[in-house]
């Protein structure tokens, strides 16, 4: 053999070795694609998301992976901006991801549903405007899948919460209406309220950038409600707390998942968080969260937020749906996200309807602040929103 | 309704005259609109933060709060010195175009926030509670006691200037340089004193109402952004005119306040807009009535 020939012949089978090398890696491993805000403006909750699903990577992959193979988790910062967003998505997709943990960020999720139809590779996030998971025909993004209640359950259960188990009637309400997050858990809780017979005796807006509500507080205040319904985010919400107590507006604040904690820790004063109700996705004490939350203590040396749950159970989520689909490809998780039913997730019990594409019967852990102390007041769900199938 | 919607527009004023007279002051010296003092401002909020917190142990609630003002103030002067080192001397030096000093200011600004963000995250933060009591009556209605506290301020911080400006040397030779730099320079004295001077003295402003913004509206990177308001009440009030900056501020406010309960937070602004351009086509000198030529 010339020494040419017998080079090429070398090279050739170099080539050869690696490929095989490289295939029998690739074929051990399953990638998911992980798109979250590390270092933008919401970094705090798109840092908890990745830990979380992290977690749960770790734990699938100690316990012997998905038929065999290791899952392997990439992470794309997406800033909080959709242009990045998309780029990242993309980039997801190129790599071979089989699924995305999407973020808790409803205007991402809107611009991506279009996208991820046509790539055929699903989003399993939090975002909870519903126009995310349902088309305006009516029917289910195909490729995009929501994993704690929408707007309009949440505003359900906080409306129902207000009316059939507090008793109150007269409603004021605040909120931001340059936000879309805002509106989304306006108008249902407004609809659900009225259709209950209660009265919004006043509604007050503001803009984005806004840091004085006292003029609105007093508006309400003088329309005589009986509690404050305020549905934004944490900011806003420490700020309007401080403002209720300066002008002696001492009625009950309803709010949303951003009084979860640390909200009552960032009030910095006992007298003024105190008299609120918010609805989180768990409660503290559930036996579910144990395993997580010593493993995500002991790793991170803090206690774990709401948001780093949601990040595990998105990946319960995906490793389920290609349980149910019999397969590790992103079409098997397309098939089998939407018949995940019954599913034991740390946030609460998960069923995904075919019909909308988001969870049914997901009851809300409630929440009272009394000064500054989380008093938790059991699971609920309103009884509209209990399914037959789900438990 | 009506008194607590008097007293809630002097306190969004006050808030406004803070940061109105500080610019004013460098308006009344340099003839630009100094825009830095928005960075300025979010810094010493941040400095007085951290003074806040590695002294929270160690003071007395009110003592906490008069040493925390005092930190802020101190960095704000010192960041102001060091703005007008970079950003405006070698300016004043090439004798540059009335413009760069306007986009320079606007580049310290945006550079000192990004900074922030940068070493502090985006992420909010809320200063401790300095006072026992949060809100007190008065008329009838409830006022919260940093509201008080920060209009109190605000006619202490237009006292003190006045009193500087007109009775110390200091202040005299900064009024002489608002006439003519290079006169002052041939009589002996330094201009570049007078001017760092000057922005020290508006730094330290910054300083104390980084605080209060703080304090009444969390902190966070894009706190500084403010100062536009703090601009258009110094507008309202006449350019360069120390105590018009303080009444055009509380008058912002008070419209403010007012539009917001007639029609809206969502309207207010444009309504609050369409009276100040009404009110300055009708008297453009604003409401102290001095003219000054702006560089930018």
Same mark, same amino acid.
């Given at each position: 053999?010339?020494?040419?020939?017998?080079?090429?012949?070398?090279? +050739? %089978?170099?080539?050869?070795?690696? *490929? @095989?090398? =490289?295939?029998? !890696?690739?074929? &051990?491993? $399953?990638?998911?694609?992980?798109?979250?805000?590390?270092?933008?403006?919401?970094?705090?909750?798109?840092?908890?998301?990745?830990?979380?699903?992290?977690? +749960? %990577?770790?734990?699938?992959?100690? *316990? @012997?992976? =998905?038929?065999? !193979?290791?899952? &392997?988790? $990439?992470?794309?910062?997406?800033?909080?901006?959709?242009?990045?967003?998309?780029?990242?998505?993309?980039?997801?997709?190129?790599?071979?991801?089989?699924?995305? %943990?999407?973020?808790?960020?409803?205007?991402?999720?809107?611009?991506?549903?279009?996208?991820?139809?046509?790539?055929?590779?699903?989003?399993?996030?939090?975002?909870?405007?519903?126009?995310?998971?349902?088309?305006?025909?009516?029917?289910?993004?195909?490729?995009?899948?929501?994993?704690?209640?929408?707007?309009?359950?949440?505003?359900?259960?906080?409306?129902?919460?207000?009316?059939?188990?507090?008793?109150?009637?007269?409603?004021?309400?605040?909120?931001?209406?340059?936000?879309?997050?805002?509106?989304?858990?306006?108008?249902?809780?407004?609809?659900?309220?009225?259709?209950?017979?209660?009265?919004?005796?006043?509604?007050?807006?503001?803009?984005?950038?806004?840091?004085?509500?006292?003029?609105?507080?007093?508006?309400?205040?003088?329309?005589?409600?009986?509690?404050?319904?305020?549905?934004?985010?944490?900011?806003?919400?420490?700020?309007?707390?401080?403002?209720?107590?300066?002008?002696?507006?001492?009625?009950?604040?309803?709010?949303?998942?951003?009084?979860?904690?640390?909200?009552?820790?960032?009030?910095?004063?006992?007298?003024?968080?105190?008299?609120?109700?918010?609805?989180?996705?768990?409660?503290?004490?559930?036996?579910?969260?144990?395993?997580?939350?010593?493993?995500?203590?002991?790793?991170?040396?803090?206690?774990?937020?709401?948001?780093?749950?949601?990040?595990?159970?998105?990946?319960?989520?995906?490793?389920?749906?290609?349980?149910?689909?019999?397969?590790?490809?992103?079409?098997?998780?397309?098939?089998?996200?939407?018949?995940?039913?019954?599913?034991?997730?740390?946030?609460?019990?998960?069923?995904?309807?075919?019909?909308?594409?988001?969870?049914?019967?997901?009851?809300?852990?409630?929440?009272?602040?009394?000064?500054?102390?989380?008093?938790?007041?059991?699971?609920?769900?309103?009884?509209?929103?209990?399914?037959?199938?789900?438990? | 309704?009506?008194?607590?919607?008097?007293?809630?527009?002097?306190?969004?004023?006050?808030?406004?005259?803070?940061?109105?007279?500080?610019?004013?002051?460098?308006?009344?010296?340099?003839?630009?609109?100094?825009?830095?003092?928005?960075?300025?401002?979010?810094?010493?909020?941040?400095?007085?933060?951290?003074?806040?917190?590695?002294?929270?142990?160690?003071?007395?609630?009110?003592?906490?709060?008069?040493?925390?003002?005092?930190?802020?103030?101190?960095?704000?002067?010192?960041?102001?010195?060091?703005?007008?080192?970079?950003?405006?001397?070698?300016?004043?030096?090439?004798?540059?175009?009335?413009?760069?000093?306007?986009?320079?200011?606007?580049?310290?600004?945006?550079?000192?926030?990004?900074?922030?963000?940068?070493?502090?995250?985006?992420?909010?933060?809320?200063?401790?509670?300095?006072?026992?009591?949060?809100?007190?009556?008065?008329?009838?209605?409830?006022?919260?006691?940093?509201?008080?506290?920060?209009?109190?301020?605000?006619?202490?911080?237009?006292?003190?200037?006045?009193?500087?400006?007109?009775?110390?040397?200091?202040?005299?030779?900064?009024?002489?340089?608002?006439?003519?730099?290079?006169?002052?320079?041939?009589?002996?004295?330094?201009?570049?004193?007078?001017?760092?001077?000057?922005?020290?003295?508006?730094?330290?402003?910054?300083?104390?109402?980084?605080?209060?913004?703080?304090?009444?509206?969390?902190?966070?990177?894009?706190?500084?952004?403010?100062?536009?308001?703090?601009?258009?009440?110094?507008?309202?009030?006449?350019?360069?005119?120390?105590?018009?900056?303080?009444?055009?501020?509380?008058?912002?406010?008070?419209?403010?306040?007012?539009?917001?309960?007639?029609?809206?937070?969502?309207?207010?602004?444009?309504?609050?807009?369409?009276?100040?351009?009404?009110?300055?086509?009708?008297?453009?000198?604003?409401?102290?009535?001095?003219?000054?030529?702006?560089?930018?």
């Amino acid at each position: 053999m010339k020494n040419g020939t017998r080079k090429w012949l070398f090279c +050739a %089978v170099l080539v050869a070795l690696l *490929a @095989g090398f =490289v295939g029998a !890696a690739s074929a &051990k491993e $399953i990638l998911i694609g992980n798109m979250q805000d590390i270092s933008g403006p919401t970094s705090v909750w798109g840092n908890a998301v990745t830990r979380g699903a992290e977690i +749960a %990577v770790e734990k699938i992959n100690a *316990a @012997g992976g =998905v038929d065999g !193979a290791m899952l &392997k988790l $990439i992470t794309m910062d997406t800033k909080a901006n959709v242009q990045e967003a998309i780029k990242g998505y993309n980039s997801l997709v190129s790599s071979g991801v089989v699924a995305v %943990v999407g973020p808790p960020v409803s205007n991402i999720g809107l611009a991506l549903g279009p996208i991820a139809n046509k790539a055929g590779v699903p989003v399993v996030g939090s975002f909870i405007d519903p126009r995310v998971t349902v088309g305006e025909d009516g029917k289910p993004q195909a490729a995009m899948f929501l994993m704690q209640p929408s707007s309009v359950q949440y505003s359900e259960i906080m409306a129902s919460y207000t009316i059939d188990v507090l008793g109150l009637k007269k409603i004021g309400v605040l909120y931001d209406q340059s936000n879309a997050f805002a509106v989304s858990l306006m108008k249902p809780y407004v609809e659900y309220i009225k259709a209950a017979g209660g009265e919004i005796v006043s509604e007050q807006v503001y803009t984005k950038g806004d840091k004085d509500f006292k003029t609105q507080l007093t508006k309400i205040k003088e329309a005589g409600a009986d509690c404050l319904y305020f549905p934004n985010y944490i900011q806003e919400a420490v700020l309007v707390t401080n403002q209720r107590k300066q002008i002696g507006f001492d009625v009950p604040i309803i709010g949303g998942l951003d009084f979860a904690p640390p909200f009552a820790s960032l009030v910095n004063d006992p007298e003024a968080a105190n008299n609120i109700y918010l609805a989180n996705n768990f409660s503290e004490k559930e036996p579910q969260l144990k395993e997580v939350w010593d493993v995500y203590k002991a790793k991170y040396g803090e206690n774990p937020v709401n948001k780093v749950f949601l990040g595990y159970d998105k990946i319960l989520l995906i490793q389920e749906a290609m349980k149910l689909a019999g397969g590790t490809s992103s079409e098997h998780v397309m098939k089998g996200m939407p018949v995940v039913a019954n599913l034991e997730g740390t946030t609460g019990v998960l069923t995904i309807s075919p019909d909308t594409h988001q969870p049914v019967g997901l009851s809300m852990v409630m929440y009272k602040i009394e000064k500054g102390e989380y008093v938790e007041l059991g699971r609920y769900v309103p009884e509209k929103h209990r399914a037959p199938w789900s438990k | 309704m009506l008194v607590q919607n008097i007293l809630n527009g002097i306190s969004l004023g006050s808030v406004y005259a803070l940061i109105a007279v500080g610019f004013a002051l460098i308006f009344n010296v340099l003839k630009f609109s100094n825009f830095s003092q928005g960075g300025v401002m979010t810094v010493t909020a941040y400095a007085g933060y951290v003074a806040s917190r590695y002294l929270s142990d160690r003071l007395d609630s009110l003592v906490l709060f008069a040493a925390v003002l005092a930190a802020a103030a101190v960095s704000g002067a010192v960041i102001a010195a060091a703005v007008e080192r970079l950003a405006f001397r070698r300016l004043r030096r090439t004798k540059s175009e009335p413009v760069y000093y306007f986009i320079s200011s606007i580049t310290m600004g945006i550079l000192l926030e990004n900074l922030i963000t940068i070493y502090a995250s985006s992420n909010f933060y809320s200063y401790p509670r300095f006072f026992a009591t949060s809100a007190v009556p008065l008329f009838g209605v409830n006022v919260a006691v940093t509201d008080m506290m920060m209009f109190a301020l605000s006619i202490a911080a237009l006292l003190a200037l006045l009193f500087i400006l007109h009775r110390t040397k200091i202040g005299l030779g900064i009024r002489a340089a608002c006439f003519d730099v290079n006169t002052v320079q041939l009589m002996g004295m330094n201009p570049d004193f007078l001017v760092t001077t000057a922005l020290m003295i508006s730094g330290a402003l910054g300083g104390v109402s980084g605080v209060f913004l703080g304090m009444n509206y969390t902190l966070y990177p894009q706190l500084g952004q403010m100062v536009v308001k703090g601009f258009v009440a110094s507008v309202l009030g006449g350019l360069g005119s120390i105590h018009g900056a303080v009444i055009g501020a509380v008058l912002l406010g008070i419209l403010e306040i007012f539009f917001i309960s007639w029609v809206g937070a969502g309207w207010a602004p444009v309504f609050v807009f369409i009276v100040m351009l009404a009110f300055l086509l009708v008297r453009p000198r604003g409401i102290a009535g001095i003219i000054v030529q702006e560089k930018a």
